[in-house]
């Protein structure tokens, strides 16, 4: 879909981009892939603290596919959705990055500061809340390989 509604269709999504990257360039020694989504979590009703039964957050998956074939997986920083973006999200059938741009009345923020940045008021900005995924992404092919085989 457009708008990846789960941790596995955003993974999913980030696979298919690495691989699609290794096909179009099929001489790197690396592709990757970045796919943001939505998941949901549902809550038990039982905490005190959380007045809704499902939490939403938004997150980018990364993977990264090497010449074997194999894959690392990374996540971004993840963020929660209000209650008002999800619902425009779900009733409008619209992305994220759309929902934003339409309610602060510019274009193409997702490819600029993007959600993280907006909520964090421009201190973490979109590239480096997914950093630290690319970074983990890679990290089973730089780790020591007795935590892989």
């Known amino acids: 879909s457009d708008q990846p509604k789960s941790a596995s269709e955003s993974l999913r999504g980030a696979i298919n981009r690495a691989k ?49 074939n194999e894959i690392g997986i990374g996540t971004s920083a993840r963020a929660q959705l209000s209650d008002k973006l999800v619902n425009i999200i779900e ?13 602060m009345g510019e274009k193409d923020l997702k490819k600029k500061s993007g959600y993280f940045g907006l909520i964090t008021n421009g ?18 092919f730089v780790s020591p390989p007795q935590f892989w085989s």
């Open 91 to 103: 009733t409008e059938k619209k992305e994220l990055g759309s929902v934003i741009d339409d309610l």
């Open 123 to 140: 201190t973490l900005p979109r590239s480096d809340a997914y950093h630290h995924g690319v970074l983990f992404a890679f990290s089973k």
């Open 20 to 68: 699609n990257v290794m096909a179009l360039f099929p001489e790197c020694d690396y592709g990757v892939g970045l796919e943001g989504g939505i998941e949901c979590i549902q809550m038990d009703n039982n905490n005190e603290h959380m007045s809704d039964a499902n939490l939403y957050l938004q997150s980018g998956w990364i993977a990264v596919v090497n010449q074997n």
